[in-house]
């Protein structure tokens, strides 16, 4: 499966954005989502994952509240909905296909990435 994230932006502290990651293929049903981010010079972090169906989702004690994962099958395409964004969490984003997990290794499948810049 390839994957094609978009939504990144600049943004300001307590704005919103959604980053969308679109999926080629048809096994797109098939596979648990995530997304991941990072910064230059650190590690890759996760930050939300979801279910084949949807009706499981796994979230970063950092983003609890104020992310929301979501996907649609029928579009092949999952979502991370960004509210009350912090300028921590400036990184680039990252979605995944691979078995749920908060475990990147798990995930064998990436998108290209985009980035998130939120402004103090």
């Known amino acids: 499966v390839q994957l094609q994230a978009s939504g990144g932006g600049l943004v300001q502290a307590g704005g919103s954005l959604r980053l969308s990651c679109a999926a080629s293929?048809?096994?797109?049903?098939?596979?648990?989502m995530g997304w991941f981010r990072q910064v230059p010079g650190k590690e890759r972090e996760f930050v939300a994952a979801i279910s084949r169906s949807g009706g499981t989702t796994y979230y970063a004690d950092s983003v609890k509240g104020r992310f929301t994962i979501s996907r649609d099958n029928a579009k092949n395409t999952v979502y991370l909905q960004m509210n009350s964004l912090k300028p921590e969490d400036t990184a680039v984003y990252y979605c995944?296909?691979?078995?749920?997990?908060?475990?990147?290794?798990?995930?064998?499948?990436w998108g290209q990435g985009t980035l998130v810049t939120v402004s103090s």
């Open positions: 293929g048809r096994t797109f049903g098939g596979y648990a």
């Open positions: 995944a296909a691979g078995g749920i997990s908060v475990r990147d290794y798990e995930y064998p499948y």
